[in-house]
């Protein structure tokens, strides 16, 4: 069974351990076509409510800890997976929280399938609704799987998340095909000061002088 993909660049409002958005809407999209909120069957998803990262289903990131169907829309609450006690090296959920907590990626995905009778083309009545370019209307559809969807992720941002240490470049590139610019180093050599100052050798016979003169009231000139 293939799912069927929906994509929804939405506002993603962070939680201390996640987000909220809204994972759908009863809105047009891209290809024509509409998910009704109403229709939504999570039944199934409920039972497993991983969050995954793009659609790879063996890189989850997290879970839904709460759906709520409104009339138009249907929001979701998720929490991140956390660093297992003892793990070491790159853990990717930390990445993807960091990216979402940044506002790099900040849309997400459904995965659904229709159930049966529960996909119409669009009627008059739909394109008054929902306008002209609407195609197909699912009324009635079975929730798969929710994911983080980085699609429209920023290039420059994502380069600027690698400098900061926010993910590594090696993550960078297999999961956005990023390559990250190599720091370049450049060394400059800046001869040393000399702590030891010269001083010039003292003129004994001078400062004599001036002293014999100042005594009598008279003025020294030194000699040249």
Same mark, same amino acid.
């Given at each position: 069974?293939?799912?069927?993909?929906?994509?929804?660049?939405?506002?993603?409002?962070?939680?201390?351990?996640?987000?909220?958005?809204?994972?759908?809407?009863?809105?047009?999209?891209?290809?024509?076509? &509409?998910?009704?909120?109403?229709?939504?069957?999570?039944?199934?998803?409920?039972?497993?409510?991983?969050?995954?990262?793009?659609?790879?289903?063996?890189?989850?990131?997290?879970?839904?800890?709460?759906?709520?169907?409104?009339?138009?829309?249907?929001?979701?609450?998720?929490?991140?997976?956390?660093?297992? =006690?003892?793990?070491?090296?790159?853990?990717?959920?930390? &990445?993807? !929280?960091?990216?979402?907590?940044?506002?790099? /990626?900040?849309?997400?995905?459904?995965?659904?399938?229709?159930? =049966?009778?529960?996909?119409?083309?669009?009627?008059?009545?739909?394109?008054?609704?929902?306008?002209?370019?609407?195609?197909?209307?699912?009324?009635?559809?079975?929730?798969?799987?929710?994911?983080?969807?980085?699609?429209?992720?920023?290039?420059?941002?994502?380069?600027?998340?690698?400098?900061?240490?926010?993910?590594?470049?090696? !993550?960078?590139?297999?999961?956005?095909?990023?390559?990250?610019?190599?720091?370049?180093?450049?060394?400059?050599?800046?001869?040393?000061?000399?702590?030891?100052?010269?001083? !010039?050798?003292?003129?004994?016979?001078?400062? /004599?002088?001036?002293?014999?003169?100042? !005594?009598?009231?008279?003025?020294?000139?030194?000699?040249?």
């Amino acid at each position: 069974m293939t799912p069927n993909r929906k994509a929804l660049p939405a506002r993603l409002e962070g939680t201390p351990r996640g987000f909220t958005a809204v994972i759908t809407a009863e809105t047009i999209d891209r290809d024509g076509e &509409v998910l009704v909120p109403q229709g939504m069957n999570a039944t199934e998803f409920e039972r497993n409510p991983v969050l995954f990262w793009n659609h790879d289903y063996s890189q989850p990131v997290g879970k839904s800890v709460g759906l709520k169907r409104r009339d138009r829309d249907i929001v979701g609450d998720f929490t991140f997976a956390q660093r297992p =006690d003892g793990y070491v090296g790159e853990f990717f959920p930390e &990445v993807a !929280a960091a990216l979402v907590g940044q506002g790099i /990626v900040n849309g997400v995905s459904v995965g659904f399938v229709p159930e =049966d009778g529960g996909a119409r083309r669009a009627t008059e009545v739909d394109r008054k609704k929902y306008g002209g370019n609407v195609s197909t209307v699912f009324s009635r559809w079975r929730l798969l799987e929710v994911s983080l969807a980085p699609l429209q992720a920023n290039p420059e941002a994502l380069i600027t998340a690698v400098r900061k240490g926010v993910m590594s470049p090696v !993550a960078a590139k297999k999961w956005f095909g990023i390559e990250a610019p190599k720091r370049v180093v450049v060394t400059v050599n800046v001869p040393a000061l000399s702590t030891k100052t010269k001083r !010039a050798p003292i003129d004994v016979d001078s400062i /004599v002088r001036r002293e014999i003169a100042r !005594a009598k009231g008279a003025i020294y000139l030194p000699p040249g």
